[in-house]
């Protein structure tokens, strides 16, 4: 591929190549790849790398079912270094943690901190496609099906009601509450976007257009 001759593989023929979660930025792994694994991902859009300790490549996920849909893939400046944008399809890391870089350096010792779900932007998704899926799968007693079945006018009232109990928090100064309300109300801006055809990636567009001006 032409764009290789400009990347700058070391004496070995690598190139690191860092994994990030496409959607919240997270950062997941960090692992190497020749030419031949890095064809191979753009073929197949399936993260393939070199494993320097058995000298073979190894597509992520193979064996684990944790595969790496490639979504974008970055060079840097020097074309020394690879950044893929990835959805990750179960843990990056093979200790079950959803990044490799889940210990923090906290006062000289290694301390290990919470990372992947409910600390980024990706929640939203996440909520977003259970909110699709009970469209699809409805559950007994499911909230989110009651709403559905209820339709807009319900789905608004809601909107107007957790607004207003954000406003009324804010006004308060309790940040527990407002983080709460706040929450609620995401979610049922989630229920009302489904029911709209719309996604958080139209609003991030929107939101995105706006700053750009």
Same mark, same amino acid.
């Given at each position: 591929m032409e764009f290789m001759k400009e990347l700058k593989f070391d004496e070995n023929g690598l190139i690191p190549a860092i994994a990030q979660?496409?959607?919240?930025?997270?950062?997941?792994?960090?692992?190497?790849?020749n030419e031949e694994s890095l064809a191979q991902?753009?073929?197949?859009?399936?993260?393939?790398?070199f494993s320097r300790s058995r000298q073979e490549l190894w597509e992520k996920g193979a064996t684990s079912?944790?595969?790496?849909?490639?979504?974008?893939?970055?060079?840097?400046?020097?074309?020394?270094?690879?950044?893929?944008k990835i959805d990750q399809e179960g843990a990056a890391c093979h200790t079950g943690h959803p990044s490799c870089f889940y210990r923090r350096v906290v006062d000289g010792k290694l301390v290990e901190v919470p990372?992947?779900?409910?600390?980024?932007p990706k929640i939203l998704y996440d909520v977003y496609n259970v909110i699709v899926d009970r469209v699809k799968n409805p559950k $007994? *007693?499911?909230y989110t099906?009651?709403? @559905? =079945?209820?339709?807009?006018?319900?789905?608004?009232?809601?909107?107007?009601?957790?607004?207003?109990?954000?406003?009324?928090?804010?006004k308060n100064y309790v940040k527990s509450e407002v983080q709460y309300e706040t929450a609620d109300l995401l979610y049922h801006l989630s229920v009302v976007?489904?029911? $709209? *055809?719309?996604?958080?990636?139209?609003? @991030? =567009?929107?939101?995105?257009s706006r700053y750009k001006k």
């Open positions: 979660d496409a959607l919240s930025g997270e950062v997941l792994m960090c692992a190497y790849m991902t753009i073929k197949t859009g399936k993260a393939t790398y079912g944790h595969v790496q849909h490639v979504k974008e893939i970055l060079v840097d400046c020097d074309g020394d270094a690879l950044v893929l990372t992947g779900l409910g600390r980024n $007994e *007693g499911s099906n009651y709403l @559905f =079945e209820k339709g807009i006018d319900k789905m608004l009232k809601k909107v107007g009601e957790e607004s207003a109990e954000v406003i009324i928090a804010s976007l489904v029911e $709209e *055809g719309l996604t958080w990636d139209d609003v @991030f =567009e929107e939101l995105s």
